[in-house]
């Protein structure tokens, strides 16, 4: 056996010993757990930039984009989201132990349903830092152990954090190896963290597709995926314009490297000759490149014509694809075949199309007369999320405290045999 598989394997049987312990666990230690890794994170936000910085200097010499460098980044804002997520998350219901549809069954025992933790939780992912904060959080208020690969090049502010969460630990009496974040870079660890089915539960991959398309071929530990945010937002023949400009110049341009971020704009031929000039003023005053189509690029000047390519694209920077649409069912039929779906809006006041938009399209997050960006377990409700899934089945869109965990039935009696 290789050192790295040897390691990993250690890793996993610390963490399955500690998930144990964890589901065993009061709700009071596991959120005295969070609030301690939230003053942690405050207290040694001075070690976390610098740790931080390590990370952004090399990526700059290795040559990181604009949008990736962004991801990148821990400011003091972002350490206050990430210290301020730990103690919204710690505020919110334990989902562990939760008892639902205790039913009365004719032989006269009652049957419900438990909630219960998955177990173990692998989660890799790439460039964001505050992801080792928000899936830990995550991880030990639903009950779980985790096991925590990020991306070579925030190692050093992974580090970082994952100092501050096992202290944060230690505080409450909870096991320091619920929480492990992999300290080699070596790409090999995936590879064995990925077949660590004796030990992990399920797997969350967060990043680029090849990292996911690695990950559902190899892998024996089930999978939550993420695919791409290919995001759409169709502008309807009966959209307010200002209401429109507002809402699809927030979705591309609040922030450009994430995955809600809209990357097509799809605008409803009937209104395009008035509204694509005004949309076209407003992304231009934020440095936005725009790639239409042949009918959006004989309305407005000033468009780069879009190559097939672009109506695939996750940007994940400051360009945005544009096409005219012949109405509500060519704008659903596009993103049927180009959308991921991850989330997509429409722009109207007409009910009956705003309500048939949200019945047929079929993403995890389908939104009327709002940002794509509020795609977000925070903005959900949720505290924060792991990821968001764009699978269909366990758990789809945000996944938050329920989507770690599972239900198992429950049955209980007096005395009851089965006749």
């Known amino acids: 056996m290789s050192e790295i598989n040897a390691t990993m394997r250690g890793i996993g049987q610390t963490a399955r010993a500690a998930s144990r312990r964890l589901a065993a666990s009061e709700a009071g230690a596991r959120n005295a757990a969070l609030r301690a890794i939230a003053e942690r994170l405050r207290d ?29 980044t821990l400011t003091d804002a972002r350490i ?5 997520g730990l103690e919204q998350i710690a505020a919110l219901p334990d989902p562990v132990g939760a008892v639902s549809h205790l039913d009365p069954m004719p032989s006269g025992i009652r049957v419900g349903r438990m909630r219960v933790p998955l177990g173990v939780v692998g989660i890799i992912y790439e460039s964001r830092p505050n992801v080792t904060a928000d899936a830990a959080a995550l991880c030990l208020k639903s009950g779980n152990a985790c096991v925590l690969r990020g991306g070579s090049e925030a190692l050093h502010s992974n580090q970082a954090i994952a ?24 790409r090999a660890a995936v590879g064995a963290m990925i077949t ?26 089930p999978m939550i995926k993420h695919l791409d945010g290919v995001c759409h937002c169709y502008v309807d023949a009966d959209a307010d314009p200002a209401m429109a400009e507002r ?39 934020h440095g936005v490149e725009l790639r239409g189509c042949e009918r959006s690029r004989a309305l407005v000047d000033g468009l780069t014509a879009a190559e097939p ?19 509500l069912d060519a704008a659903i039929e596009h993103i049927d075949r180009h959308g991921s779906g ?36 925070f903005e959900y409700g949720l505290g924060a ?9 366990h758990a789809r869109g945000p996944v938050g405290l329920e989507g770690l965990t599972t239900q198992k039935y429950i049955v209980l009696g007096e005395g009851h045999v089965r006749e």
Request: hydrophobic share 45%; proline share 2%.
């Open 44 to 72: 040694d936000r001075a070690a976390l930039e610098t740790a931080n910085e390590k990370d952004l200097a090399a990526g700059r010499g290795n040559g990181l984009d604009a949008a990736l460098l962004d991801r990148l």
């Open 80 to 84: 206050d989201a990430m210290a301020d």
């Open 163 to 186: 100092a501050c969460i096992a202290a944060g630990l230690a505080d409450a009496g909870l096991p320091e190896t619920a929480v492990q974040v992999v300290r080699t870079t070596d």
């Open 196 to 221: 660590l089915d004796e030990y992990i539960d399920v797997l969350v991959p967060r990043g680029g597709k090849g990292l996911i398309e690695r990950i559902m071929r190899e892998a024996t530990v």
């Open 247 to 285: 809402v699809v110049v927030n979705a591309k341009t609040q922030r450009y490297g994430t995955c809600n971020t809209l990357e097509t704009l799809l605008v409803d031929a009937s209104v395009a000759a008035s509204l694509l000039p005004r949309f076209k003023a407003a992304f231009d005053a």
């Open 309 to 327: 390519a672009d109506w695939d694209a996750e940007y994940l920077a400051p360009i945005l694809a544009v096409a005219v649409v012949d109405g």
């Open 342 to 377: 991850h989330t997509d809006a429409i722009v109207t006041r007409d009910h009956a199309r705003a309500q048939r938009f949200l019945r047929e399209v079929d993403s995890s997050s389908v939104m009327v007369n709002a940002s794509t960006r509020f795609a977000d377990g």
């Open 385 to 393: 999320e792991i990821g968001i899934s764009t699978d269909k089945l």
